[in-house]
């Protein structure tokens, strides 16, 4: 499986790096499950649960064998081409839940999202393909 993150971060005096602009990871179905891996952050296997399993189940109807891996593109800033927009709605158990107004459908995104933000963004952006 391969993973890409595309760093668009900066390092000014005496700050640390900013967080990547846009994030790749590939989802795949384990055991029933979808979960992904991203070694560069310290994830494997990482779950989708409470409700984000259910919006990547609607995501990805349309695209063959999906359980096997596909692209999922997303920012707390709009890109060109994004198809999802999620927004902040409250904190819990460490994680955040997010609507999707696409979607019409709330899901929690646990605290391996602060692998990739230092807080929780108020939206997140995202794009969905299949893998080439």
Known sequence: ???LRVDLGTVE???EPKMNAINVIA???YHGQWVFDDPRVGLA???FVAGADTWI???VADIPNAEQGFVLIFSSSPFPGHQYRLDWRREEDGGN???SADLDMEGWLCPALFKYFTAAPKTL???I???S
């Open 57 to 59: 189940d609607r995501v």
């Open 129 to 131: 393909k299949a893998r």
């Open 97 to 99: 839940w997010y609507f």
């Open 45 to 47: 296997q990482e779950p």
């Open 13 to 15: 005096a005496n700050r």
């Open 27 to 29: 989802p795949y179905k």
């Open 125 to 127: 952006y995202a794009q």
């Open 1 to 3: 499986m391969m993973f």
